[in-house]
């Protein structure tokens, strides 16, 4: 049974409210960091958010930290298309915005329970998502293709059907980033956006999707580091703001969930406030849980000598430690979890099929010429735009080539392109692929933390005008779908993701053996590939 909160010691109080950050590659190669995380346990921390591992042996360090544990941890990750956003294993499931453009709010659900579930199993219970911004500005840098769509109506119905998939799997879903990260270009992982929007446009844009999040039953609420003059006009973010949490979540919403703060060792946190200030203010202004600051013991040192000082915060403390209790009761967390044993290989199968399945559903594809799928008799050449240099974007592009190879018959050559392409590099990849017909580019470029932007260097750019000068253009976007806008291409395939399914439906309408749907105006505002 979980302890009474009214009879917990400051330091236990304060330690349930902090959630830091853990990552198993680190933890298996730093003794240190081993070191850190067992006094953490030991000092009663309330659960960790879980980063980039290995699934297995992730599942094996959860079960071991929990056994380690007076209370039961709650262990959370950011699982929005699933595992493979953090780890190696689990089921790949195409991006939000691709599962709003299957156009099946069940088959959203069926996918968040799939993810639920194999979050689950390996001691996670609690999934961040589903992202519930609009994606109102296609200059986003950082929620693109994680939102469901651009308007409201395109995405109230996939947003409580992911968060009841989730929920009946006994996994806390949770709607992000209150108030709205959608109206922005700047990435709150380097600074602090400013949403310059009037109150009423808020209430009739922002606010809708979380409104139907709370109707819908969800556990939490993650609060963006953002600027809302609108709101709270004396410049500090959302996130340490009690205009925001106490007054329109708590008193004029009525919302009586988990309150959590995006990540506090973002800059747009961690470049004004210390650990301590951060962790302190949110708690304050009424956030449940301080998310990942960037140091845990200095937030946990400084939490308590606070809580020390001032007595009377020892009751807002133990108001939200009975939050965080009612939660973990309802995960099933009032005593220690058993290790789950793997999901069988079928039930992994039947997840990778249904992933795949929205892939080829999600697919909006413009081909005026009907030069889909590809004649048998001619050689191509294929290369990925390549958004970044990080291994997994590699793998994804040998993934499409791989798919690109099996699919078909004919001869064909492929390549990357990066900003580091040269003029005569160009040149002479073009020579080498003087006698082919047909070039298909494979744009690998999404939202990523701290990137700041999404688009194509102007350096690819003209090494693809060379490429395919005198040739004919095909061009997947796999990621965000209005970089169109960059490429004047004879056909477009958009798959709305780069999950692995996502790839491997663009790559299969090259046989015909994926078809999509004719990619018009009408399907999502300003997706239209014949503006350029």
């Known amino acids: 049974m979980l302890p009474n909160p009214q009879t917990m010691s400051n330091e236990q109080l304060a330690a349930q409210c902090i959630m830091p950050r853990l990552v198993p590659r680190e933890y298996a190669e730093q003794e240190s960091l081993r070191h850190e995380i067992a006094q953490l346990i030991q000092r009663g921390i309330g659960g960790f958010c879980v980063f980039q591992g290995e699934a297995d042996a992730t599942s094996l360090l959860l079960h071991e930290l929990q056994q380690h544990a007076q209370i039961p941890l709650l262990f959370s990750a950011d699982y929005e298309h699933g595992l493979p956003m953090r780890l190696e294993g689990g089921t790949d499931m195409p991006h939000a915005m691709a599962k709003m453009m299957s156009g099946d709010p069940e088959a959203t659900k069926k996918a968040s329970s799939f993810i639920a579930k194999e979050a689950r199993t390996i001691g996670v219970h609690w999934n961040f998502a589903p992202v519930c911004d609009i994606n109102s500005n296609p200059e986003n840098p950082i929620i693109n293709i994680r ?9 109230e119905s996939h947003i409580q059907a992911y968060i009841e998939g989730t929920q009946s799997q006994s996994v806390m879903a949770c709607a992000k980033h209150f108030p709205g990260h959608g109206d922005t270009s700047t990435d709150s992982h380097s600074a602090l956006p400013l949403i310059d929007c009037s109150l009423q446009q808020l209430q009739e844009r922002e606010f809708i999707p979380f409104k139907i999040a709370i ?58 406030y210390s650990s301590a200030e951060a962790t302190i203010a949110c708690l304050q202004a009424g956030a449940t849980i301080a998310l990942v600051p960037d140091n845990a013991i200095q937030a946990l040192d400084g ?73 048998d008799a001619k050689p191509f050449a294929a290369f990925a735009v390549l958004g970044d240099e990080s291994q997994s974007t590699l793998d994804k592009a040998v993934a499409l080539f791989r798919v690109m190879a099996q699919s078909l018959e004919q001869e064909c ?35 990523q933390s701290y990137k700041g932007h999404i688009g194509i260097h102007p350096a690819m750019v003209e090494a693809i005008n060379i490429l395919s000068k005198d040739k004919k253009l095909i061009v997947f976007l796999l990621g965000s779908p209005y970089l169109h806008n960059c490429i004047k291409a004879d056909a477009y395939v958009c798959a709305f993701s780069d999950a692995l399914p996502s790839l491997a439906a663009a790559a299969l309408t090259l046989s015909g053996r994926a078809t999509g749907s004719p990619w018009t105006s009408n399907d999502a505002g300003s997706f239209n590939p014949e503006l350029h």
């Open 147 to 155: 939102s469901f769509g651009e308007t409201s109506s395109h995405i």
């Open 215 to 272: 109707d819908a039953g969800v556990r939490s609420i993650m609060i963006g580091h953002l600027a809302i003059p609108a709101i709270d006009d004396s410049g500090i973010p959302a996130s340490l703001s009690a205009i925001v949490m106490k007054d329109i979540l708590r008193k004029e919403w009525g919302y009586d969930g988990i309150i959590v703060t995006d990540a506090l060792d973002m800059h747009a946190i961690s470049k004004t």
């Open 303 to 375: 939490l308590i000598q606070y809580v020390e000082e001032h007595p009377e915060f020892r009751a807002i403390l133990i108001e939200h430690v009975e939050r965080i209790f009612a939660e973990k009761t309802w995960c099933g967390l009032e005593t220690k979890p058993a290790l789950q044993h793997p999901l069988p290989s079928q039930v992994m199968e039947e997840h990778a099929m249904y992933a795949l399945d929205i892939a080829k559903k999600a697919l909006r594809i413009y081909d005026p010429q009907k030069m889909l799928p590809i004649s």
């Open 413 to 447: 050559d492929f390549g990357f392109i990066n900003k580091d392409i040269s003029h005569d590099e160009a040149i002479e990849l073009a020579e080498n692929i003087k006698e082919v017909d047909t070039i298909i580019l494979g744009l690998l470029m999404k939202p």
